[in-house]
Every structure is written in C-alpha cells, then in structure tokens.
Nanobody
C-alpha cells in the first residue's frame, strides 16, 4: 500500500512560480514511477510529468515545469515556472509500483487527494 500526500498548491499570478511536493509512504519508493497529473473543472485528468530513472513531460509544460525526486526523503516535487491561467487545476501525485505507462492515468495504481493551483490573470 502506498499513500501519497500533496502540498504546495495555492493562488498565484501569471508568470509566478510554485513548487508542489508529494510525500510518499512505502519501502520501495526508489523503484516507483512517480507522476503528476492535473484536472481542470469539467475536464479529464491529464498527464503533466513523470519520473522514474528518466523524466517525461507533457508538451504543454515542457520547458516550464521540472519534476524531481528525493528517494531518501520519499518525495517527488514539481517546480512550476511561468505559470499561466491554463495551468489552473487540481494537481495530483501518482505512484506506480509496476510500470505500465508513465503518461496515462491507467498506468498508476496510487493517487493522492490533490492540491489546488490557481493562476490569476
């Protein structure tokens, strides 16, 4: 069983930066694939970024967002720069203990409860 708790969301202005963090339980954290997804009101949950031994990003955030992990602390962070109104969403941390797909919702078996990010213009 893996438990995930996100933190760091908030209300920011266009162009600001925000750093999200996800704390995970589980003894084999270093072997997990970790991902960040987001869901805007009335929309599907979309892939943002993932990391296992390498990183992968959605085109919409490439160059602005950076995912990183600290295996000793069992955390995965999402540094978000140059935030835009379209980045407004609930951001979810996800963990996969068996690797299927890093970029799809179905590839992850564990989810946090989410943290709200609102970018105001």
């Amino acid at each position: 069983q893996v438990q995930l708790v996100e933190s760091g969301g908030g209300l920011v202005q266009v162009g600001d930066s925000l750093r999200l963090s996800c704390a995970a339980s589980g003894r084999s954290f270093s072997n997990y694939a970790m991902g960040w997804f987001r869901q805007a009101p009335g929309k599907e949950r979309d892939f943002v970024a993932a990391i296992r031994y390498t990183t992968v990003y959605a085109d919409s955030v490439k160059g602005r967002f950076t995912i990183s992990r600290d295996n000793a602390k069992r955390t995965v962070d999402l540094q978000m720069n140059s935030l835009q109104p379209e980045d407004t969403a609930v951001y979810y941390c996800a963990a996969a203990t068996s690797i299927r797909s890093l970029t799809t919702v179905g590839g992850y078996g564990y989810w946090g409860r989410g943290t709200q990010v609102t970018v105001s213009s």
